[in-house]
């Protein structure tokens, strides 16, 4: 299946992870994929930028409609979590975090917004659960990803009449590199992994491959009447009431 073919897209923090199963779905389906993030990407026409600078996103558009002609699908995958207590989080550490995982998405959004009205393109934003819930210590990265989904929403609304379609996916526990190398730090990893499938009525956790199967549906085209909405990716995690 080949939905992408001719088409430019755009995947921010797709070096890794849940962004790189994206890139890769994109591209396998025909895509031409650009990624932008902190450090190279040899696998990908990689853009090398930091995303908490409010010039990036702007630069990032610029380079890719530059090289490639057009933007026909925009995903804003790029994001930064933060563990701290209210009390313990710096004014710095939220305020990145924010930049990074709200501000840098709108301003890519309004960045690409010629381009994607000339392709009639779409939009995929990465939110998280935590943008419905929270874990501990969570604050800047739960309201960021609320933010997002909130943005998303909005986006799609104001976009609609040009064309241009606004979705969001909220993870869960995704097998990648970052939390793989958590469960590893454990001091029982077999059983920190047991329990953390357990949570879930799946009864495992999730692969980034299929995050990036959602992705790649909603940018394609027979999703066309499908907008303003937030997917959860959870293995039914939210969907679980805890234990008394």
Not at 30 to 35: N, S, Y
Not at 160 to 178: E, F
Not at 203 to 216: C, D, I, K, N, S
Request: with cysteine; aromatic share 6%; hydrophobic share 45%.
């Amino acid at each position: 299946m080949m939905r992408f073919q001719g088409k430019v897209a755009l995947v921010t923090g797709g070096r890794s992870g849940i962004g790189r199963a994206i890139a890769a779905r994109l591209r396998d389906e025909g895509a031409r994929v650009f990624t932008a993030q902190r450090g190279p990407d040899p696998e990908f026409d990689g853009i090398e930028v930091d995303f908490a600078d409010p010039d990036a996103p702007a630069r990032v558009v610029d380079q890719v409609t530059g090289q490639a002609g057009r933007l026909d699908v925009l995903v804003n995958n790029a994001g930064v979590m933060q563990e701290a207590g209210i009390a313990e989080m710096s004014l710095a550490d939220w305020q990145r975090t924010l930049a990074v995982n709200l501000t840098a998405p709108f301003l890519t959004i309004k960045a690409a917004l010629p381009h994607l009205r000339a392709a009639r393109g779409s939009i995929v934003n990465i939110g998280s659960i935590e943008g419905l819930g929270s874990n501990p210590q969570h604050a800047a990265y739960c309201a960021s990803k609320a933010g997002l989904h909130g943005l998303t929403r909005a986006v799609a609304v104001d976009l609609g009449a040009d064309g241009i379609r606004c979705n969001a996916v909220a993870p869960g526990w995704i097998d990648t590199d970052l939390n793989m190398d958590f469960i590893d730090s454990q001091p029982d990893p077999a059983r920190f992994r047991d329990q953390i499938g357990r949570i879930h009525p799946i009864g495992r956790t999730g692969q980034p491959e299929e995050v990036a199967a959602l992705v790649a549906f909603l940018a394609a085209g027979e999703s066309g009447f499908i907008t303003g909405q937030v997917y959860v990716v959870d293995g039914g995690r939210m969907a679980k009431l805890s234990l008394p």
